[in-house]
């Protein structure tokens, strides 16, 4: 306990720039404290500014208050530190160097037998302030600092041998009883104890409001941090999405190209073939005209009368044809190929990122939401005062403009998200968030369109919508307790700490690795995926898959086949007596992907029958560890804080030995342990969710709720299959929630 305060003590001394105990302190307005020499170095202006909060104090370095509370209580840690240093201290008083046994705390002096003796009879009201040495080297800090650090009597700087004993509130002065006589005759004055203990009742009221305050913002802090991961893998989620969509894209085109130069093979064919048969009959007609020249002038050169009378028919019938032989107009058939566009290029071909705005209930016209629509869609057909749009299901809002008339024209889609675990875990965030369309775009009666806002060359729509949040492995979600429904205990219970490493973080992806880890027993499986891996799930965990073969940060791996890997877990679990899983967030993640697989091979029933059900460290973590002690409750951060060391995140088996540790130095009680676990039909229950979640008919929160007291999605629908909505509310009233809900679950089911 000494040594944690002496810690805490030390920690407050020192300077947020050098790390060292602060010389000459200095107070900034935030109360930080710096060394007056750190400060100066810092500073660029009139103006201070926090190095560590960055709030401004609007004061040069030289108006800046010396903090005095620090630098007494450095000198009273000092003293006692010299006390304990030095096995003897020497009197102060006398000229023999006595060696000293006693300390006046009033006038802070050590004293030998003798000295004390003369020091009493001079100050008699100094004789309840002494102690000895010896009594003092016994306290620790805490106590020693009490003690030195009592309140003393103050002298008054303008009348000698005058304590002073009030506060003047007309001028916020401290007084002796002659100040007050002689300069503050008429003023509101009080005793100074009196002040003392108002002054600091004050600081304890204000104190106890920062505090409620401060647990506000730290949940504000949770959020954002929430938010941050959000955004981390929504966008790693959307640059796979947006490959995809380039991929898709790039094969149209390929496509198109297939199909375009097959058709010009054949156009190419067809005309090469038509101007060959003219050229070979023109070629031909050549040929004939030539050997005719060569015949007829070898015959008038050196033919008898005879032989051209005999040969004149022929010769003359054949040079006849020729003269009547007509060369071939190649402008009939000058013809060419082509290619023409059949438009333009769209400048945003793939479509566009939108802006997604979390809001309560609520649409444009202030009535009820509209539950899956989700999707707004920009319509760039003019809308007149009678035309009507060729969307399906389109509303028209005419809104009022003093220069020109304005239409908003809206498309409502069903949701057609992909089925992703957007909403796994019991949210934090109580309110409902169904989606409804705000707007898309503008069309005026003067055929502009105005798509409000545009940045950095994209059309970005604002859309409430109530899509639940990113599927994230931190998730800030709050664990309901395990309750009557909860897992079965067993008092001879084994631990298995586990963990997987998967294709990416969507509801369907495939396992790479599934290792365990259980006291010195350790299980390892490294799975070849039939998915391919994501690039963010490449970033995180480092595998990738080239021609077939499991890669590891470059190194290549032993793959196992799913079935082969889940049915070597099997054995390794059955080989331990009454096994308990457990994960970090597992609760969202990690065991729903190892149901999912394992209802997929009919191995669900096995491994609940072997196990006694999950437990996720998350939640317990939640519990016990204060949220002002770690800065987020990431199974890394935990580590770092609690075991003070780093590690190998986002190796599976790295993850579970590392859980393994934690959790031997969380203290919880078996309660705290039991509202952290969950079972199999639990999970089960979960995961049967979906399809309200997915269409935002319920929250995650109220999701996770209903999956810990054994609700599934087939037991809301077979109760409103036999008594309707009422049925639903009597059901849903009787578990302890609220009617929006049944009316929302009743919508549904009615569709």
């Not at 229950?685 to 999605?713: D, T």
Request: hydrophobic fraction near 35%.
């Amino acid at each position: 306990m000494e040594t944690q305060l002496t810690t805490g003590l030390e920690e407050y001394f020192q300077c947020g720039l050098c790390n060292k105990p602060a010389t000459s302190p200095k107070l900034l307005e935030c109360l930080h404290t710096f060394c007056a020499g750190c400060l100066e170095r810092e500073s660029n202006g009139s103006d201070v500014t926090c190095p560590i909060c960055e709030m401004v104090t609007k004061k040069g370095l030289s108006s800046l208050p010396d903090n005095i509370f620090v630098s007494n209580l450095q000198n009273s840690v000092r003293k006692q530190q010299q006390i304990l240093e030095s096995a003897e201290q020497r009197c102060a008083s006398c000229e023999e160097n006595t060696s000293a046994e006693f300390v006046c705390l009033e006038c802070d002096k050590v004293l030998c037998d003798k000295c004390l003796h003369t020091h009493q009879v001079l100050m008699p009201d100094h004789k309840k302030h002494v102690e000895t040495l010896d009594t003092l080297r016994k306290l620790n800090s805490d106590e020693f600092l009490k003690i030195l650090r009592r309140s003393k009597d103050l002298l008054c700087s303008s009348h000698e041998n005058q304590t002073i004993s009030l506060y003047c509130r007309t001028c916020s002065m401290w007084l002796c009883v002659l100040c007050a006589l002689l300069e503050h005759k008429d003023h509101d004055c009080t005793p100074v104890r009196k002040q003392i203990n108002l002054l600091k009742s004050e600081l304890q009221e204000t104190l106890a409001a920062i505090v409620t305050k401060q647990e506000v913002f730290v949940e504000s802090q949770s959020q954002l941090e929430q938010l941050v991961d959000d955004v981390n893998m929504d966008k790693y989620k959307l640059v796979d999405l947006i490959k995809a969509r380039v991929q898709a894209a790039l094969q149209k085109v390929k496509e198109e190209e297939f199909r375009l130069l097959n058709e010009l093979q054949v156009l190419h064919s067809s005309k090469t073939q038509k101007l060959q048969v003219s050229l070979n009959s023109i070629e031909n007609v050549l040929k004939r005209m030539e050997v005719s020249k060569n015949v007829v002038s070898q015959l008038l050169r050196y033919a008898t009368e005879q032989e051209i009378l005999k040969l004149q028919g022929t010769i003359k019938s054949a040079l006849t044809e020729l003269r009547e032989e007509k060369p071939m107009d190649v402008h009939v058939d000058s013809t060419i190929i082509d290619f023409q566009e059949c438009c333009k290029f769209p400048e945003k071909m793939l479509g566009n990122l939108m802006i997604t705005r979390l809001k309560h209930e609520s649409t444009l016209d202030g009535k009820s939401p509209l539950p899956g629509c989700r999707i707004a869609v920009h319509c760039n057909k003019e809308v007149g005062e009678s035309s009507k749009c060729n969307f399906n299901k389109r509303k028209c809002y005419a809104a009022e403009d003093s220069q020109t008339s304005k239409k908003l024209c809206v498309k409502e889609e069903p949701s057609s998200c992909p089925d992703d675990d957007s909403t796994a875990g019991p949210s934090i965030h109580q309110q409902s968030r169904t989606p409804f369309i705000e707007c898309v775009t503008v069309i005026t009666d003067s055929n502009r369109q105005e798509q409000v806002p545009m940045f950095m060359d994209t059309v970005v729509i604002v859309k409430e919508d109530g899509a639940g949040d990113a599927m994230q492995r931190e998730s800030g979600a709050e664990m309901p307790s395990g309750g009557q429904n909860g897992p079965q205990q067993s008092t001879e219970e084994t631990l298995v700490f586990f963990d997987l490493e998967t294709t990416g973080l969507e509801s369907n992806c495939d396992i790479v690795q599934l290792s365990a880890v259980s006291g010195e027993k350790i299980f390892n499986k490294y799975i070849l995926p039939s998915k391919p891996i994501s690039e963010g799930a490449f970033a995180i965990n480092g595998f990738q898959v080239l021609d077939g073969v499991l890669y590891l940060r470059g190194e290549p791996q032993q793959a196992s086949s799913l079935q082969d890997s889940l049915e070597a877990f099997l054995h390794f679990l059955q080989s331990l007596a009454s096994p308990l899983i457990i994960g970090h967030n597992i609760w969202k993640f990690d065991a729903r992907i190892l149901l999912l697989v394992l209802q997929e091979l009919s191995m669900k029933d096995q491994f609940d029958s072997c196990i006694t059900g999950f437990l996720d460290t998350l939640f317990l973590a939640k519990v016990v560890v204060p949220r002002s002690e770690v800065n987020s409750y990431r199974q890394n951060e935990l580590v770092k804080v609690f075991l003070k060391k780093g590690y190998n995140a986002h190796n599976a088996v790295e993850d579970a030995k590392s859980l393994q540790e934690l959790y031997s130095v969380l203290k919880f009680t078996p309660e705290q342990k039991k509202s952290s676990q969950f079972s199999f039909s639990q999970l089960e229950c979960h995961v049967s969710m979906q399809p309200l979640l997915r269409e935002n008919i319920i929250f995650s929160q109220l999701a996770g709720k209903l999956a810990m007291q054994g609700v599934s999605f087939e037991k809301l629908q077979s109760t409103h299959q036999q008594d309707g909505e009422a049925g639903l509310k009597n059901f849903l009233r009787s578990l302890g929630h609220i009617e929006p809900s049944c009316s929302r679950v009743a919508w549904f089911f009615s569709k």
